[in-house]
């Protein structure tokens, strides 16, 4: 009854605002005077939403610059579909993906190629942002190269790219194998989990076996700042998997580690696979930093917009079961923040949820919170914070260059709207 009823009071209260959702040219700082927060949460700071709106002001805020930032926001253009940008590179990779997991051993072959299927292989929404932001950079061969130099080595360059896309791929459906079987989930994607269909000692080799087809795949790119990233990205989603393992109170109720957690467990991957394909490209190190807070920021809204929808999703839309993470004691930010309205939500949260009658208590006190609307309040102002960083990218005449950047932008958008 208390679910039911948490879900017709959040869909009331938020049928309003999702409706009026602005595009994030639009953005400004309302959403400051919106919420009811005292203070920002980890890694903002209020500054950049408190003045005539500039993305690049706000971004400028975050990642530390102090130059002048009277740039004009990026008009809205007429949108484009993000996939269908990449549609022709995507099938290439999914292709190659499919061929690169293949083992001589039968089963691990089958356990690694499951979730690379086709019909199983999901909207590919990293590789899609990988291979937009290699053509937002607008990457030009120098005139004076020699005849037809120039075009094998954009052929060429664009090739390792997609091998960034392809490594990311392996390493997140690696990281989904590993965390099934730590959640003992059942579903994935709709269908049933590795874990569920073949066991979690198949399913942990699966996972281990992609990264290590990931890993050869990296070092065959032979670039070593790169290896270095991605290196540097499986110790982030150890380190995030054992954060959210904790148990201690002072931990598990702190904002600014839950979001450190959620960039470990999420956003690492994004930034640095997006930081990987401007360093590839031979880009600065500024440019390489603006695709690095894309993709950091890009991918703490997407987190955060999961964590709303494990409340007021439903197991058809999310491919899961709903209220997956409360059941399984892990605390997210819409649960944070109604803590913050009602204390006493947290002797709840101590007890823990194996009593089911937890779930409803603590579902109430979300209910009558603003804990919901909060963090998707958050996660607009992350998503806008990536479009700020495309923004700041240099202009640009070419038109795949500006239709790439429309896209990310896009997906900036639709990351905060999707309900599923």
Known sequence: ?????????????????????????????????????????????????????????ALNDVIGNDTDSS?????????????????????????????????????????????????????????????????????????LSPPGFGDTLTIDLRTRQQRIAEITEMIHVASLLHDDVLDDADTRRGVGSLNAVMGNKLAVLAGDFLLSRACLTLASLKNTEVVTLIA??????????????????NKRFSM????????????????????????LAGHTAEIAMLAFEYGKNLGLAFQLIDDVLDFTGTSASLGKGSLSDIRHGIITAPILFAMEEYPQLRAVVDKGFDNPANV?????????????????????????????????????????????????????????????
């Not at 957690?261 to 990987?276: G, I, Q, V, W």
């Open 1 to 57: 009854m208390a679910r039911a009823a948490l879900l017709h009071l959040l869909r009331y209260r938020t049928a309003s605002a999702a409706a009026a959702a602005e595009p994030l040219s639009a953005f400004r700082c309302q959403l400051m005077t919106r919420s009811n927060s005292k203070t920002p949460a980890a890694g903002i700071k209020w500054a950049g939403f408190c003045r005539p709106f500039s993305s690049k002001a």
């Open 71 to 143: 740039v004009a926001v990026m008009e809205p253009q007429e949108q484009v579909d993000p996939f269908s940008l990449v549609a022709n590179e995507l099938s290439l990779i999914a292709t190659r993906l499919r061929s690169m997991v293949a083992a001589e051993v039968p089963n691990l072959a089958s356990a690694a190629e499951y979730f690379f299927k086709i019909g199983a292989e999901g909207k590919r929404f990293r590789p899609t942002v990988l291979l937009l932001m290699a053509t937002a950079l607008d990457v030009h061969i120098p005139e």
């Open 232 to 249: 540097t990205v499986v110790e982030n989603l150890v380190t995030g998997e054992t954060m959210q393992l904790t148990t201690a109170s």
């Open 256 to 279: 600014e580690y839950y979001m450190q957690k959620t960039y470990n467990k999420t956003a690492s991957l994004m930034s640095n696979s997006c930081k990987s394909v401007a360093l």
């Open 360 to 420: 409803d208590i603590a579902l109430e006190y979300l209910g009558k919170s603003r804990g919901i609307e909060r963090t998707k309040e958050l996660a607009m102002k992350h998503a806008n914070l990536a479009a700020a960083a495309i923004d700041s990218l240099r202009q640009s005449d070419d038109e795949d260059v500006i239709k790439s950047r429309q896209a990310l932008i896009d997906l900036t958008q639709r990351v905060i709207t999707r309900n599923k």
